[in-house]
């Protein structure tokens, strides 16, 4: 979730005298004050004063308040409110449920629901292979979070991961049309949370596990994986992976390098680094390390965690040691899931020539891009505001469009190494460059693409 203008886009209502001059001295008072106006509408003219409606996006929270203090400055000017856009549009939420068929008269009422639904609901306890077929969960996925590691947040809780879970939700339907729920756990027990969702999966195509922490994320896909009878898929791992699979099929066509060739090291070993290290080996790189706060993980530490040995058995062919500066040495690509500015930008000279860097931290990177383009030949983020957006929408809506469209019962690794390929394929050999190896997260072959790759139709 890197924070773009957008986001910290106010509103803000002025009563000025009665100079239209006036309202050029407030777009120059936001423009010297950083900001960037996007709108001036007059709402009000009369003879005593003017009301003014100036929307203008900030760099963040901090920076919004210094350009109210600005336009507040400004001679004959009264800030008289101000509107957050983005609380604005969160108001009542954002997503709602609509019925698909009329209900104008007693004759619909009575096929929609009593009494003809009885007659559906008898023929469903009689073939319940029909259910998918007949009701909303042949399309339908549950978000579900325990809101314990919200990306960018931390361990805010159920309530506070709402909003996100409800976007997530929009995203589903914009890009898929799925209709998805936002499920808010109140409890961060493994336990409890897989009871949840087995109690609650007869309703659902799909489960989509979200912002769970790591280790117990690993366990609750792994048992809800083996108890239900429809996939299971936490995107924090697997969408993050097939994404950034996508990415680096495509950058290493830019650099003219072959998967088993090259060094990767991954910085972070938690959900989303162990799944692209997953992904990346079942893809065919071969020279892995994977880096965490203590230094490259190597197999024979006995601190390792378990999930860290399970990685340590997989990786670091080389044995390498060390911190993250000397693990880069020679490497060919650095993927960073980790923590905000951990990599100096003078590191990447010590890399391999033509190396690729995927700083992914959220909100902030491991390194800014800008300044790591002085050196790599590839860099992508997760920000929105530099070229090669690693985000996970390009891959969740079209995944769960083909798992729901083949009626799966779960999702594979060979599934997932095909919709990384169709992302990837959706960038064209003419379009293809160090600032463009991804598409748009707008391109509107991408969930069809992916789709078709699940399903394999």
């Known amino acids: 979730m890197a924070a773009t203008p957008s986001s910290y886009s106010i509103t803000m209502r002025l009563h000025t005298a009665p100079d239209h001059g006036v309202v050029g001295a407030v777009a120059t008072a936001i423009s010297a004050a950083g900001g960037i106006v996007t709108a001036i509408d007059v709402r009000e003219s009369g003879h005593e004063r003017l009301v003014v409606d100036v929307t203008c996006s900030a760099s963040d929270a901090d920076h919004a308040l210094v350009l109210e203090e600005a336009v507040d400055r400004v001679d004959g000017v009264e800030v008289y409110k101000v509107s957050d856009r983005t609380f604005l549009l969160h108001i009542g939420g954002k997503i709602e449920v609509a019925s698909k068929v009329p209900l104008k008269n007693r004759d619909d009422l009575s096929m929609a629901y009593t009494p003809g639904v009885g007659r559906v609901s008898q023929a469903l306890a009689e073939n319940p292979e029909d259910v998918r077929r007949l009701t909303v969960k042949g399309n339908s996925v549950a978000v579900v979070t325990d809101g314990s590691a919200v990306l960018g947040l931390g361990n805010i809780g159920p309530g506070a991961a709402l909003p996100v879970m409800e976007g997530k939700a929009a995203l589903f339907k914009r890009f898929a049309d799925i209709d998805a729920w936002p499920i808010c756990l109140a409890t961060q027990d493994t336990d409890e949370i897989v ?23 690993f366990e609750i896909e792994r048992r809800l994986r083996e108890s239900l009878d429809i996939p299971v898929f936490h995107d924090d791992q697997h969408g993050t992976a ?29 959900a989303a680094g162990t799944a692209i290290v997953t992904l990346l080996l079942a893809a065919g790189v071969t020279d892995v390390v994977v880096v965490d706060r203590e230094g490259a993980i190597c197999a024979g530490d006995e601190a390792l965690s378990p999930a860290h040995a399970e990685l340590a058995e997989v990786t670091n062919p080389r044995g390498v040691r060390g911190d993250l500066r000397a693990s880069l040495t020679g490497a060919d690509v650095f993927i960073g899931v980790s923590a905000p500015r951990i990599l100096q930008p003078e590191w990447i000279a010590e890399m391999a020539p033509q190396s690729v860097v995927f700083a992914l931290a959220n909100p902030d990177p491991e390194v800014d891009p800008a300044e790591a383009e002085k050196y790599a030949a590839v860099v992508a983020s997760g920000r929105s505001d530099y070229p090669n957006q690693i985000n996970n929408v390009l891959a969740f809506p079209g995944v769960f469009r083909g798992l729901l469209d083949a009626r799966a019962e779960d999702v594979t690794l060979d599934m997932m190494l095909r919709a990384a390929d169709a992302i990837a394929h959706v960038v064209k050999d003419e379009e293809l460059n160090s600032s463009f190896i991804i598409p748009t997260v707008f391109h509107p072959d991408v969930p069809r693409a992916v789709a078709e790759a699940i399903s394999g139709h």
């Open 242 to 270: 097939i994404v950034v699979l996508a990415a680096l099929t495509n950058a290493l066509r830019v650099v003219r390098k072959e998967p088993a060739d090259v060094r990767v090291v991954v910085s972070g070993g938690g």
């Open 195 to 217: 009871k949840a969702v087995e109690m609650i999966a007869p309703g659902f195509g799909g489960i989509n596990l979200e912002d769970i922490a790591a280790p117990r994320c």
